[in-house]
């Protein structure tokens, strides 16, 4: 099974800061890795799928980068709804997995 | 719109058995490969299931194999779960999803339900 990590567990910034977050895989993913955006009591939504490929309406301050084993989604200067849990996914071997996911929360 | 509703969740007693089922609307299903994750309260999302577009591959979890069964209905737009031997550590919301793309191996999920509660427990 790959293993995803996620870091930092918990992120904390201010509006108008970058975040950047990062998800390391155990083994190589190729591309094959997206990101999702969890608010309390919702459904996670997707941001990012093949690395870099921002899913339709998400906005341009979101992007993702990285291959091989080494991720990131840089979030360029944060809105108060940006403030959620994030989860990282790989889709290059089953079984399917998620990193634990980083809490961005308001500074 | 695209839209996936779950329902079927509910308390449950350890042993026991629930299906869920995912019904879809603004698309058909039979062109995707559909999904089932969970989470656990407080905790991280896990991908439990899959079934491809005609049904006649599906994948699972090792946590759930031999108890879970995925299944679909292209016919009435649906995706169901059939839950087996339960047990506590199969407590979660369960979401259904389709894969990102039509065709095969487009594993990443969008969109996703709003999901069903699952609770064992004696």
């Known amino acids: 099974e790959i293993v995803l990590t996620q870091s930092p567990a918990t992120l904390s910034l201010s509006p108008g800061e970058r975040a950047t977050l990062s998800c390391r895989a155990s083994?190589?993913?190729?591309?094959?890795f997206a990101w999702y955006q969890q608010k309390p009591g919702q459904a996670p939504r997707l941001l990012i799928y093949?690395?870099?490929n921002r899913a339709t309406g998400i906005p341009a301050r979101f992007s993702g980068s990285g291959s091989g084993t080494d991720f990131t989604l840089t979030i360029s200067s944060l809105e108060p709804e940006d403030f959620a849990v994030y989860y990282c996914?790989?889709?290059?071997?089953?079984?399917?997995?998620f990193g634990g996911g980083t809490k961005v929360e308001i500074k | 719109e695209v839209q996936l509703v779950e329902s079927g969740g509910g308390l449950l007693q350890p042993g026991g058995s629930l299906r869920l089922s995912c019904a879809a609307s603004?698309?058909?299903?039979?062109?995707?490969?559909m999904h089932w994750v969970r989470q656990a309260p407080g905790q991280g999302l896990v991908w439990v299931s899959c079934?491809?577009?005609?049904?006649?591959?599906?994948y699972y979890a090792d946590s759930v194999k031999g108890r879970f069964t995925i299944s679909r209905d292209n016919a009435k737009n649906t995706l169901y779960l059939q839950m087996n031997g339960l047990r506590a550590e199969d407590t979660a919301v369960y979401f259904c999803?389709?894969?990102?793309?039509?065709?095969?191996?487009?594993?990443?999920?969008?969109?996703w339900g709003q999901g069903t509660l699952v609770t064992v427990s004696s």
């Open positions: 999803t389709k894969a990102g793309r039509g065709g095969g191996g487009y594993n990443w999920f969008d969109p």
């Open positions: 996914q790989q889709r290059s071997d089953w079984p399917l997995t």
């Open positions: 603004g698309f058909s299903i039979s062109n995707y490969w």
């Open positions: 083994q190589s993913v190729s591309h094959y």
């Open positions: 093949d690395t870099s």
């Open positions: 079934i491809n577009s005609d049904g006649s591959s599906t």
